[in-house]
């Protein structure tokens, strides 16, 4: 039975599981879609502000979004995003990172027009191996009622 | 020379170029960071709310961002940036569709403490082939100061 709107309550949190960001995968990113010299030159990135590679603060959005998937919306009736707030890249990811991720939600709101589906807005976390918070963001995800 | 912080200005817009979103890309993506079925099963995506398959918003923001560095960063000197406001998912982004984007300036501000850089607050809009806007986002970029 898949989690519906009612399943999720304001102040509960679900601990996300962990996705290692390796050198090969922060270089093929940010070749793709981030190309500046700190997420794909290691020689370059070593001279930079940040002292070497560090991964595209978009990968780490993604890699966020593969553990939130697979922990929560994949088991959830899940109707997508309008977006996402605050985003903040607090620390630098870095080549074997191992990231984890805590998804806390705030509130619970009834669609405006829609009574079958309602609005969860949300806190996620993301902590290195370290327990270093690196990212932090704030969401909104839609959900279906339970029918 | 690159652009310097002093080389933006609020209202100064600039046009990016533009990006396909092959039906190939937008399943790549989704499998490796938002297996959600709208984004990775044509028949499941024809039976959701969206009809057919749709492109993972990350997708949408790291396409923005391969622009963004094309047609600005990469000949600017970029600090990096430390995070995103207020992305908003408007419109469905499809296969074939192809984007472009637009970058704006909304203020300029000097860094609290350390002179020699300063924070570019900006909106970017991605509009596809038909001119309809799919995302904004409102984002912070800092740049150097010209030395």
Redesign the interface.
């Given at each position: 039975m898949p989690l519906y709107l009612e399943d999720f309550t304001p102040g509960a949190v679900f601990e996300l599981g962990r996705i290692e960001m390796t050198r090969e995968r922060i270089l093929s990113?940010a070749r793709?879609?981030?190309?500046?010299p700190?997420h794909t030159d290691e020689v370059a990135a070593k001279g930079s502000?940040?002292g070497g590679l560090i991964a595209?603060?978009?990968h780490t959005?993604?890699?966020f979004?593969?553990l939130f998937?697979d922990g929560v919306?994949?088991r959830a009736a899940?109707?997508?995003?309008?977006?996402?707030?605050?985003?903040?890249?607090l620390k630098p990811v870095r080549p074997g990172d191992v990231l984890r991720a805590r998804y806390t939600v705030l509130a619970v709101e009834p669609h405006p027009r829609r009574p079958d589906r309602g609005t969860v807005r949300s806190l996620a976390e993301v902590f290195n191996q370290d327990g270093t918070l690196v990212m932090s963001l704030r969401a909104a995800n839609l959900f279906s009622r339970r029918p």
């Amino acid at each position: 039975m898949p989690l519906y709107l009612e399943d999720f309550t304001p102040g509960a949190v679900f601990e996300l599981g962990r996705i290692e960001m390796t050198r090969e995968r922060i270089l093929s990113f940010a070749r793709e879609f981030d190309p500046q010299p700190f997420h794909t030159d290691e020689v370059a990135a070593k001279g930079s502000i940040y002292g070497g590679l560090i991964a595209s603060g978009w990968h780490t959005c993604a890699a966020f979004m593969r553990l939130f998937v697979d922990g929560v919306l994949s088991r959830a009736a899940s109707l997508g995003s309008p977006g996402v707030d605050e985003v903040r890249w607090l620390k630098p990811v870095r080549p074997g990172d191992v990231l984890r991720a805590r998804y806390t939600v705030l509130a619970v709101e009834p669609h405006p027009r829609r009574p079958d589906r309602g609005t969860v807005r949300s806190l996620a976390e993301v902590f290195n191996q370290d327990g270093t918070l690196v990212m932090s963001l704030r969401a909104a995800n839609l959900f279906s009622r339970r029918p």
